[in-house]
């Protein structure tokens, strides 16, 4: 009796527990289930990311903040005395595809008894963009209809400006001497442009005031 006991205290002294196969396997599979998970969230924030970070930096969105800053900046130094709005075509009221305001040099100039300059935004039915044109009205001329004379170079502010069917137009009246801007920027329809999800469309609002004499 002692002498089996002996062989099951050394039976049992000799075993040693562990993992079968099968335990092994399962434990295999649920760690590839985790880590394809755990990849699968990572590679779809990434694509996120560069997506978010694409329209971003888009070429809408610095239009969009290029042709707001220079509308701000030419408007607000704009006389009160005159502007012009105007379209090239007749179905539209209210709102206007081109606008000329004038402006002084030098605003803080007391020789400089009317506006010597004037600026020109425009935007063609067929163009998707908007034009910024500036130049000298001839002296003594502003009063009796001023004579626009040594134009600049024409240059783009903004592209892919699209025509939104409830804002047909880009420039507006606001108050008594004020000018508001709203301007659709859509890259979305661009021929060859399959990359729908760097797209991008958004509408900008600008109002200022023509306050200068």
Same mark, same amino acid.
Request: with cysteine.
């Given at each position: ?104 040099? @030098? =605003? $803080? ?10 600026? #020109? !935004? %425009?935007? /063609? +039915?067929? @163009? =998707? $963009? ?10 003594? #001329? !502003? %009063?009796? /209809? +001023?004579?626009?004379? $040594? ?63």
């Amino acid at each position: 009796m002692d002498i089996e006991d002996d062989i099951m205290k050394i039976q049992h002294k000799n075993y040693r527990s562990g993992m079968t196969l099968i335990e092994l396997l399962i434990t295999v599979t649920a760690a590839m289930i985790l880590i394809l998970g755990i990849s699968g969230i990572l590679a779809a924030g990434h694509r996120q990311y560069n997506t978010m970070f694409k329209r971003i930096n888009s070429e809408v969105v610095r239009n969009g903040y290029e042709a707001r800053s220079i509308f701000d900046r030419i408007v607000r130094k704009a006389s009160f005395r005159d502007c012009v709005l105007s379209n090239e075509r007749d179905d539209w009221e209210g709102t206007y595809d081109k606008l000329t305001v004038y402006y002084y040099s @030098d =605003p $803080n100039d007391p020789n400089i008894i009317e506006p010597d300059r004037y600026a #020109t !935004f %425009s935007k /063609g +039915p067929a @163009d =998707p $963009n908007l034009i910024l044109e500036e130049g000298d009205i001839q002296p003594g #001329t !502003f %009063s009796t /209809g +001023p004579v626009l004379i $040594n134009p600049g170079p024409s240059i783009v502010i903004a592209k892919n400006v699209s025509e939104a069917s409830d804002v047909p137009g880009i420039f507006s009246e606001y108050g008594n001497h004020g000018i508001k801007m709203t301007l659709t920027l859509d890259d979305e329809n661009i021929p060859g442009n399959t990359d729908k999800l760097t797209t991008l469309k958004m509408t900008i609002t600008s109002t200022m005031i023509r306050h200068n004499r």
